[in-house]
């Protein structure tokens, strides 16, 4: 039995060595791209991202201002509890209870908004890099090109990510914003002659 294990992994060694032999490293291209970072610096993931803080935004004010509500039933309650009746001190109870579970529902259900979105936004704009990075690779005649996430090393002359990031923002019809460079300082007197 160990005889014809080892006879069928010699084998299997010399037909790779064969078929490994046949494929020149000069033929090999390979590329590596930082996918995340395509995602977040290119002009489209910009966009989805200020999109998202928007959107925290405008329902971090609602919850905030229910917080608020809930916080100054608090106070009343604790205010008034030595003047009004245990009926209508119940009932204030209650209602401060029922307001506590609006604001944990209204909080879980932004949540959940915001991870749909972004998952959505997400998605898409990773699909896109995807097929941007896929063409790029056939028109460049690429052998293979990997995610940086999945590589322990790469020589950093072989990092396409910057290269996929124009080519997505060229492809969604956008150009970057340009950066804007401080106004030169001027000299100080004392070099001034």
Not at 20 to 49: H, P, T, Y
Not at 128 to 150: F, N, W
Not at 157 to 181: Q, W, Y
């Amino acid at each position: 039995m160990k005889k014809s294990i080892l006879v069928v992994i010699v084998g299997f060694a010399v037909l790779l060595t064969g078929a490994l032999s046949r494929v020149n490293a000069a033929d090999i291209k390979l590329g590596f791209v930082d996918i995340d970072k395509a995602a977040n610096d290119s002009e489209e993931g910009k966009k989805a991202v200020g999109g998202l803080k928007d959107f925290m935004a405008s329902k971090q004010s609602a919850i905030t201002e229910k917080g608020k509500a809930i916080e100054k039933m608090k106070s009343d309650l604790e205010k008034q509890g030595s003047i009004i009746s245990a009926e209508a001190r119940k009932s204030k109870i209650e209602e401060e209870e029922r307001s506590e579970r609006e604001f944990q529902r209204m909080v879980a259900d932004a949540n959940q908004e915001f991870e749909k979105k972004r998952r959505e936004l997400t998605e898409a704009v990773y699909k896109e890099i995807v097929d941007i990075i896929a063409k790029y690779g056939q028109d460049e005649k690429y052998t293979a090109i990997l995610p940086m996430q999945s590589v322990l090393y790469n020589d950093k002359t072989l990092d396409i990510t910057d290269t996929i990031i124009r080519k997505f923002n060229e492809h969604k019809g956008m150009t970057p914003a340009p950066v804007s460079t401080p106004a030169p300082t001027p000299a100080p007197a004392s070099e001034k002659k």
